[in-house]
């Protein structure tokens, strides 16, 4: 297709200037801080903190404290409230919802700094992809969407989650041009109808040749969503209208295609890999998450979709990237933004370039947004390196579950445990993350210690609509990634949390109680899907 050559040029400039700076670690980040500094220098809130434009990069490292979201809050609200960065001088273009540890929802400046900064990240990719994957310029791709919960669609903007928007204007038109699924589909009235309408373009098309998602749960969801709304998909395809579906809505078009509709009413709802290699046979690439929890969906999303490669995602946040896949590596976007690394278990900080194979780190970004040594709080390993720059390989979430997506804390589970109303006889033991928890999904699971278990299901409710305020959490929950909470009262509950800890092999003297924990692999017989649970709000397909 003439719009992928087009793309893949429009990006190669980047590529080459990835490329060619790989033996310069050192001197590009140096260069990058010292841009990064002016810009802060000459902010507001730069100006109030006595940030130096003329600092060094050691000079930096020695004045400037390691920071969390709580260091700019304040400085970010007024920039929402007044629509200016005040942490950078850099015109604001939106701000990003993510989750936080201490609140329900954090905002990240995305100014135009910024947003050069992931393009300069994602070229290279680009590039890199058509490189390795020759077949994808033969169809469309579907990047996926950053959907935000239906509760918070009221207040958004058009820009807010089109992943396409963190590209440079050229490249978004371009590569708008190959997409299969249309940008307003995110724009829907409801996380239900944005699935439904991206599901209709998807099986209308068979040339889709690349399908770019973050979390294979969420992969997996889509065809489960596709298997059970299968006659309704079918109906809107044989007849070019929505039906009930976009009411209110931004979704003006919608896909007709008879074969398609066809297709799914032949279809038994099972999933199997000859359907959808039947739907989509030039299908030639996933990408997704394939590293720590998400090991085992990614290899079940390949299973069903054996005609494509399988791509694992590089280590992208809300609040900047960290790696890219490239050269069967993923290398540190260090022409991005400027980078430290945090030792986790004794606090020292590395620069990039002195990190060594086998260190596990925590990546610290200062960035085009104003955040100045912000510690993301994921643990990564160097496992080699592209030329000079260092590759590192996701090991998981430091202080946190991330089973696919949420990025649950041990904070954000206080929290919610303080706002039940726990009878007194019952004390809370762990809220454990589970790779299987109910309906063949993962979830959490809240072990308490008490003689009641009739109020399981009343107290599970009340939980699972305390982790809902958690952004992340409730977005998984939206799209089916996650199964609800289940609560597993008994009376030994802390003597079984001990046993299943030493079993997993902690040394007996170490072993603490802990608000959060995930245990990987199969859970123990107790802990299955038989407990209690419930179907607390929010969809699930």
Known sequence: MFGHRLLKLAAWPGERRFAAG???????????????????????????????????????????????????????????????????????????????????????????????????????????????????VQGRHYWSMSWVPTSLRDNMREDVNDDIQLMSMGKRLLAGATQCVPQDVALARTSDDSLFATLAYLVSDPALSMLSIWSPTFGLGMLRAMAQWREELAEVLNTGSWGNRMLGGAVDSCPWSPQAAALLREWDGRLNADFLMALWPKLALVSAWDTAASTPWAKELHALLPQAAFQGKGLWATEGVVTIPYAGRYPLAYRSHVYEFQDPTDGRIFAPWELEVGQQVMPLLSTGSGLLRYRLKDLVEVDDFVGGI????????????????????????????????????????????????????????????????????????????????????????????LAPLRCVIHPGMRERYLQHCRQRGMIEGNIKMESLQYWAGRVPTWLEARSAQTEAPGVTV
């Not at 929802?105 to 900064?117: A, M, N, S």
């Not at 007194?424 to 308490?448: H, I, K, M, R």
């Not at 109020?455 to 998984?476: D, K």
């Open 390 to 481: 260092p590759s590192l390989r996701f090991l998981g979430r430091a202080g946190t579950t991330d089973l696919v997506g949420e990025k649950m804390t041990a904070a954000a589970v206080d929290g919610a445990m303080a706002a039940l109303a726990l009878p007194e006889e019952l004390l809370p033991v762990c809220t454990v993350a589970v790779d299987q928890s109910a309906q063949g999904l993962p979830g959490y699971v809240l072990l308490l210690e008490g003689e009641n278990p009739a109020v399981a299901q009343h107290i599970a409710v009340q939980m699972e609509s305390a982790l809902q305020l958690h952004f992340h959490y409730q977005l998984a929950r939206n799209l089916g990634q």
């Open 22 to 136: 790989r033996e310069r670690l050192e001197s590009v980040q140096r260069q990058k801080q010292a841009a990064l500094l002016k810009r802060v220098a000459a902010s507001p809130l730069g100006h109030r903190n006595g940030i130096r434009g003329d600092w060094s990069w050691e000079e930096f490292a020695d004045r400037q404290p390691v920071t969390d979201y709580e260091q700019w809050a304040d400085a970010i609200t007024l920039s929402r409230e007044h629509g200016d960065c005040r942490l950078i001088d850099s015109p604001l273009v939106r701000c990003q919802p993510t989750s936080g540890s201490t609140s329900a929802i954090k905002w990240i400046p995305y100014t135009r700094q910024f947003l050069g900064e992931l393009d300069a990240a994602i070229s290279p990719w680009i590039v890199d992809l058509y490189r390795q994957y020759p077949r994808l």
